[in-house]
């Protein structure tokens, strides 16, 4: 299928601990996205990547580091995980000048 | 920066059309989008506008832009309770990518 899929769909975890969240898309768009969705269901952009190129970094902590080894991958490292990045994560891709398709999301839950 | 605000709630019965509205600050949006959000899954797009048009019909969804008021309205004719979701209006403004979503509105369909 055609998708923007993201793994894990859950993810808890202890605060102070490192995780990954991975994105792949195989529409062949050249952009992508990480949003954060916090619990009042408010959605904001995080980061986008064009062509491996970053392009957007809003105001986020530096314990958030995106990844693409390739234009189809964009993956999100967080390090010393705090009880405030529970929330679900949103990665999304699109074509120039075409909307964004969004994958399911990422829950996180820090305990 | 865009600034995009919905009204949180909005309740009716099955059968009526429902209108959820939205107003955006920036008056150099090109695009505006509608999308959908399901209880615990992603984000579906809907439908979108481009700023040059006043409006357009997708089936059961119309889109309508007033861009001198900065208003943007979806009305969904024949409300099912499968319409029960959080509805997201979002714009990208001028030639870039970031997408600056409202904070969403809480459609209820009731029986």
């Given at each position: ?14 605060m ?7 994105c ?9 996205y990480?949003y954060?969705?916090?619990s009042k ?17 809003e105001?986020v902590?530096?314990?958030f ?15 010393s ?27 996180l839950?820090i305990? | ?10 309740s009716?019965?099955?059968g ?7 107003t ?33 019909q ?17 009305r969904?004719?024949?409300?099912q ?12 403004t ?18």
């Amino acid at each position: 299928d055609t998708a923007v899929s993201q793994t894990p769909k859950y993810l808890v975890t202890q605060m102070g601990n490192d995780k990954s969240i991975k994105c792949e898309q195989n529409l062949g768009h050249d952009t992508m996205y990480w949003y954060k969705q916090d619990s009042k269901k408010f959605l904001k952009i995080m980061f986008s990547y064009n062509n491996k190129e970053l392009i957007i970094n809003e105001t986020v902590p530096n314990r958030f580091s995106p990844k693409s080894p390739d234009k189809a991958h964009l993956n999100l490292h967080i390090n010393s995980l705090e009880l405030g990045d529970s929330a679900v994560y949103f990665c999304a891709s699109s074509q120039e000048g075409r909307p964004q398709h969004f994958g399911d999301g990422t829950r996180l839950s820090i305990l | 920066g865009e600034d995009v605000e919905q009204s949180l709630f909005l309740s009716v019965r099955e059968g009526d059309s429902s209108v959820i509205n939205c107003t955006y600050t920036d008056s150099s949006s090109t695009y505006l989008y509608w999308y959908k959000q399901e209880p615990g899954a992603g984000l579906q797009l809907l439908t979108y506008i481009f700023s040059n048009m006043d409006m357009k019909q997708d089936q059961r969804l119309t889109v309508l832009l007033n861009k001198k008021d900065k208003h943007l309205s979806l009305r969904i004719a024949d409300t099912q309770t499968g319409d029960s979701a959080i509805y997201f209006c979002a714009a990208i403004t001028g030639g870039g990518n970031k997408l600056t979503f409202g904070t969403g509105t809480q459609l209820k369909v009731e029986l």
